[in-house]
């Protein structure tokens, strides 16, 4: 039971230091291209399986492959472990719908 419990702490231990890692990673791409990312992670049986970053937008001003290094870096740098994978990604906001195709499948039952 001691082993159990144990084991479960390192796991609060490690969920809790994956934030503060992924605070850093965030810090640290605010430092190097001046925006904000969403950093999330993905921890399997203490491995670093796979990190997120997600822009909020598109960064028109920074080439795609400087974003890219600038994540990769920050996420070796601040997990201080390799991550098998790491997702570079950019939120684009809602989906546009034209006027045609909402009225189109009003009062329609969908599946």
Request: aromatic share 6%; glycine share 8%.
């Amino acid at each position: 039971m001691l082993a159990g419990c144990a084991a479960g702490c390192g796991l609060v231990d490690a969920v809790f230091d994956g934030f503060k890692h992924a605070k850093a990673v965030e810090n640290d791409l605010v430092a190097m291209v001046g925006v904000k990312p969403a950093v999330a992670f993905n921890w399997h049986n203490g491995r670093l399986t796979s990190v997120t970053v997600t822009f909020p937008s598109l960064l028109q001003d920074k080439p795609l492959q400087e974003l890219a290094d600038a994540a990769r870096t920050a996420v070796g740098k601040e997990f201080k472990q390799r991550a098998d994978n790491v997702v570079l990604a950019f939120s684009l906001g809602p989906s546009e719908t034209s006027a045609a195709q909402a009225d189109e499948t009003q009062g329609k039952n969908l599946p």
